[in-house]
């Protein structure tokens, strides 16, 4: 177990690693930051002066050991635009988008697995069939599409709800809906159709025979085996949550790090970029390694096949 677990981290600090390397590239080409920091009639010899001050005229080798050396000792840098410690601004948003990821993925789970397990149990009926159109509609239709369709009918038709930031907790309801529905119906789908194979097992009419009653049998038995695949499915649906929360966020005006991670995107604000891009890999790389170590954990012919 120690030897799979070790396998498992080296292979997330690599993906992270280049990641990273990745994101450090990306936005030196994506354009100059001084076109947003100094105004349009600024000199060139004032966006000279900007880049050295930034560090943007050396070589890009030299750049990109700072950076990675920087990060990896907790030094995230400042911000070209907020003047501002990169960490700072992403400690004061991370509780939001936190918050509504917890909420979001707690949702996706229970309603998922429930309707999942009762439309198994319901084989072939309208319920049954409601489920499976409902998952491939709600797996299929993008999260941002969605909350642009929530915004337009709960906010400028019905004018029930408000349209962005999070003042109460009816600001919460649509950027939940729209995380959530999208992780919510790849889990029911999954659990309908593991449940299914396990209740055509004979072991399950052995348990019957011994006088188990059918919920024993059901909850006991069939779903706890039944929900193997489905946790590393719950599990691989954070990494969606997580990535999904950067775009439902600048919909929903919503104060976390998705919406922050944006607006630096837009000014070439290149440390917010890469920390906020850290952050995001750093939490979904993680959670997949728990994932395939709970798994294993499970399922131990898989750790022993690694």
């Known amino acids: 177990m120690l030897k799979y677990a ?6 997330a600090l690599i993906t992270i690693f280049f990641i990273l390397t990745l994101v450090f590239f990306f936005t030196r080409m994506s354009g100059d930051p001084t076109n947003w920091i100094l105004p349009d009639d600024a000199t060139e010899e004032q966006r000279i002066e900007m880049r050295h001050s930034l560090g943007l005229d050396r070589p890009l080798h030299e750049q990109y050991f700072e950076v990675m050396t920087s990060l990896f000792t907790g030094n995230a840098g400042r911000s070209y635009n907020y003047l ?4 700072e601004l992403y400690a004061e948003r991370m509780g939001a988008t936190i918050r509504l990821g917890l909420i979001s993925f707690s949702l996706a789970a ?57 003042s109460s907790a009816s600001s919460y309801i ?5 995380m959530a529905v999208g992780p919510m119906a790849n889990i029911a789908r999954l659990t309908r159709t593991s449940l299914l194979d396990v209740l055509r ?5 052995s348990a019957r025979a011994k006088g ?7 909850i006991k038995h069939a779903l706890r ?17 997580v990535g999904g929360s950067v775009v439902v966020e600048t919909v929903f005006s919503w104060p976390g790090i998705g919406s922050l991670l944006i607006n630096g995107a837009k000014m070439r604000d290149y440390p917010i970029v890469i920390y ?26 898989i750790r022993d096949n690694a």
């Open 110 to 166: 229970l309603v998922g697995v429930s309707l999942g397990t009762i439309a198994a149990v319901k084989r072939n009926s309208f319920f049954d069939r409601f489920t499976i159109m409902i998952s491939i509609a709600g797996s299929t239709l993008p999260n941002f599409v969605l909350g642009i369709l929530l915004v337009f009918l709960f906010c400028f038709v019905l004018r029930l709800l408000p349209s962005g930031g999070a």
């Open 84 to 87: 501002r410690p990169v960490s």
């Open 225 to 241: 085996n039944a929900l193997i695949p489905v946790i590393t499915v719950i599990g691989l649906q954070v990494g969606t949550l």
């Open 201 to 205: 097992q004979d072991y399950l009419d």
């Open 212 to 218: 188990v009653s059918e919920h024993v049998v059901l």
């Open 276 to 301: 906020g891009v850290m952050l995001i890999s750093v939490a979904v790389t993680v959670m997949n390694t728990l994932v395939d170590l709970s798994y294993s954990f499970l399922d131990p012919r």
């Open 6 to 11: 070790l396998k498992r981290i080296i292979k």
């Open 174 to 178: 649509m950027p939940v809906i729209a």
